[in-house]
């Protein structure tokens, strides 16, 4: 994947789904059932001591899904991710030494921000597409109208609180390019491998945008 994440992601898709998954024999059934919806980047975030392994059987099965770390906190973290086959990273904040780490081994950082000093932040090392996190708590459109005055040349990724119902008005924003949301992998679905609720899940975030 480019280091552009602002480039590469949108072409892929309107929708990230943001993934908690509590067992290994689940990742590769719930990638299949994303990819036959027609969702190919995966945010697999770090928050569950089987994510790593989750992330790493996705990347060795199915090579034609974008796999990517979310909760990605410190600079080990980046590594572990790249070491497990992440193509991309994605923070809930924004660190100097996280970005450093991110830049030194190649691996491409959706950082979160929630304000104008953490765009600026982030925009003073070099990186224009951001998570615009916790999305619905930090301001929601409101604020996402209102950062684009000062900051024409960023475009966001919303995540936190996004819905089926509410993505569309996010995503006809000209600053937003992609939205994220946990609602397409329910965690009573994916605990129950009801796959083709969560591929029906998927087939209605890609319309989203059509």
């Known amino acids: 994947m480019s280091s552009d994440l ?44 089987a994510a790593l392994a989750c992330i790493e059987a996705i990347a060795k099965a199915l090579p034609e899904a974008v796999v990517g770390a979310g909760t990605i906190r410190s600079a080990a973290d980046a590594q572990a991710a790249l070491d497990a086959g992440s193509r991309f990273a994605v923070s809930p904040g924004y660190t100097s030494a996280i970005g450093a780490e991110c830049r030194r081994i190649g691996l491409p950082l959706l950082p979160g921000v929630a304000t104008a000093s953490e765009v600026m932040a982030a925009n003073a090392d070099g990186l224009s597409f951001l998570k615009f996190f916790p999305a619905v708590q930090a ?8 950062l684009a005055g000062p900051f024409p040349d960023v475009g966001f990724c919303p995540t936190g609180g996004i819905s089926l119902e509410s993505a569309p008005q996010f995503l006809a924003q000209p600053n937003v390019k992609v939205v994220g949301g946990s609602w397409l992998t329910p965690a009573d679905a994916v605990a129950a491998g009801d796959w083709g609720r969560i591929t029906a899940l998927a087939r209605e975030a890609s319309a989203l945008r059509g």
């Open 139 to 146: 301001g929601g459109l409101p604020m996402l109208k209102a």
């Open 6 to 49: 602002l480039a590469t992601l949108p072409s892929l898709g309107p929708v990230i789904p943001v993934i908690v998954l509590q067992r290994v024999e689940d990742a590769v059934p719930l990638a299949e059932a994303l990819l036959a919806g027609g969702v190919k980047v995966l945010e697999v975030t770090l928050r569950t001591p």
